[in-house]
């Protein structure tokens, strides 16, 4: 079955830029969308279509995908920032069935 | 607003059965496609399947560990989801968010509703 791989913790001080990456074979292809979940959260649609960015969500986040690996970057990092964040995607199969990395804890400290 | 409320989630045994509702409200149900989603508890997310509006076919698409028990529906004259659960698992507890998708992906989540499948 399709997988994305996230690394499972990334940790930047306040105001350094945070990046987390997500791999996945069929990238190339397909669009990467993030998510961030903060603790006892439902989650928040962050980017989506690789780099788009919802209305609401602070410009400090952007993304980027090139070849097979998707990344999101948070510029100036907030401690509001700390959260689990997940790429997703779908999948090569004639039905685009979703897949989500395994998420990466965001430190911000 | 896009308003989503789960509800219907609780303790089942294995082998149980259950069935998960999700009312939304604040965009044209009838044109939206949805989203089941579960999160096990300390775990990631996992897509659990979808549902397209039926100008769109109304056509199902599932995650390999729940396909061929579990059906997501709709009732588009009452702006609700379903998500009927058979042959429960143990490793199906999980708190389930259902999601409105304006394309392959979740845009709206609800808060969620916790299942435990336990003996």
């Known amino acids: 079955s399709y997988e994305l791989t996230q690394p499972p913790s990334v940790s930047v001080s306040p105001g350094q830029t945070a990046r987390i990456t997500c791999s996945g074979d069929a990238l190339p292809k397909k669009y990467a969308y993030w998510y961030q979940q903060k603790s006892g959260q439902a989650p928040v649609l962050v980017i989506y279509?690789?780099?788009k960015r919802p209305s609401g969500i602070p410009e400090r986040f952007s993304g980027s995908s090139s070849g097979t690996m998707a990344t999101l970057t948070i510029s100036g990092a907030q401690v509001e920032d700390e959260a689990d964040y997940y790429c997703?995607?779908?999948?090569?199969?004639?039905?685009?069935?979703?897949?989500f990395g395994g998420g990466t804890k965001l430190t911000v400290l | 607003e896009v308003q989503l409320v789960e509800s219907g989630g609780g303790l089942v045994k294995p082998g149980g059965s259950l069935r998960l509702s999700c009312a939304a409200s604040?965009?044209?149900?009838?044109?939206?496609?949805m989203s089941w989603v579960r999160q096990a508890p300390g775990k990631g997310l996992e897509w659990v399947g979808r549902?397209?509006?039926?100008?769109?076919?109304?056509?199902?698409d599932y995650a390999a560990p729940v396909k061929g028990r579990f059906t997501i529906s709709r009732d588009d004259s009452k702006n609700t989801l379903y998500l009927q659960m058979n042959s429960l698992k143990t490793e199906d507890t999980a708190v389930y968010y259902c999601?409105?998708?304006?394309?392959?992906?979740?845009?709206?989540w609800g808060q969620g509703t916790l299942v435990t499948v336990s003996s």
């Open positions: 604040g965009f044209t149900f009838s044109n939206a496609w």
């Open positions: 549902i397209k509006s039926k100008t769109d076919g109304g056509t199902t």
């Open positions: 279509e690789d780099s």
């Open positions: 997703y995607s779908t999948d090569s199969s004639g039905n685009h069935r979703g897949v």
């Open positions: 999601g409105y998708s304006s394309g392959w992906y979740v845009d709206y």
